[in-house]
């Protein structure tokens, strides 16, 4: 299951059916878990913690330094779940110690070739990144939010769970969960209606979500007086619940 061309330190810690192909260099510090498969040609750096069946692809640069000038050599960590597919040429950072020294990937994310995602990244489950995609450092990402192709996100955004960006996007601020963005600098165009729709939400739910929507966006409210219009929907509602505690952090405004 190892190449014999690959290079892997001795204190690396791979369960006994992990795969490791040619020219592939795994460093001091790295735990890879069952069932992963990791091509050729692959640097994994560490300290860097790999959950069970993930498939990492030729190229892909992970748990190497954060490209950070503050970084000075830190013990700092990557940590990266279950089932995910990081394709070609995407490169991973490490944490720093200027935020909490972690990285970290949920579980079931896909990972197209050539992403990066920068050190302190808080990645959720089962999102989707189109080839290309970069985000800065900070960056948090939800469940099930697809970013085209090419999207930027600037660091300390927050991106919020089933929402969707359109190829090219320029994010500066946060993403509303359930809504699409396009743009540069990106803007609101709606509810991801049709993500929606193939996870299983029900019509009346996307009916109060856009009556939620509404309220923010096309109301004239000031944001604080549009929660407050919707905080006694969110009784009746669990995703407006789910809205108003993603914008309770908000810290750069959102795309409007």
């Known amino acids: 299951m190892i190449h014999p061309q690959a290079l892997i330190d001795p204190s690396a810690e791979l369960a006994d059916d992990v795969s490791v192909g040619p020219f592939t260099v795994i460093g001091a510090g790295v735990t890879v878990g069952k069932g992963t498969e990791i091509g050729p040609h692959v640097v994994i750096g560490g300290p860097t913690v790999i959950g069970c069946e993930n498939k990492i692809f030729a190229f892909a640069s992970v748990g190497c330094d954060p490209q950070d000038k503050k970084y000075d050599g830190e013990p700092t960590r990557l940590e990266i779940g279950d089932r995910n597919v990081i394709r070609e040429n995407c490169t991973i950072s490490r944490g720093t110690v200027q935020d909490t ?49 090419f999207t930027l996100v600037h660091q300390f955004c927050k991106v919020g769970a089933h929402c969707f960006t359109a190829m090219n996007s320029v994010i500066s601020k946060d993403v509303l969960p359930f809504t699409m963005i396009s743009g540069h600098m990106a803007k609101p165009h709606g509810l991801n209606v049709e993500g929606l729709k193939r996870r299983g939400f029900t019509s ?48 750069r405004g959102i795309v409007r």
């Open 101 to 149: 020294g972690v990285t970290r990937i949920g579980n079931d994310n896909l990972v197209m070739a050539y992403v990066h995602i920068a050190h302190d990244c808080q990645i959720g489950n089962d999102a989707i990144f189109a080839n290309s995609v970069t985000l800065a450092g900070h960056v948090e990402v939800e469940d099930f939010s697809i970013l085209g192709g």
């Open 204 to 251: 009346e739910t996307i009916r109060q979500l856009r009556k939620a929507y509404r309220i923010i966006y096309r109301s004239n409210l000031t944001l604080d007086n549009a929660v407050k219009k919707l905080e006694p929907m969110a009784n009746d509602c669990p995703e407006i619940a789910q809205l108003l505690n993603f914008l309770q952090r908000v810290t």
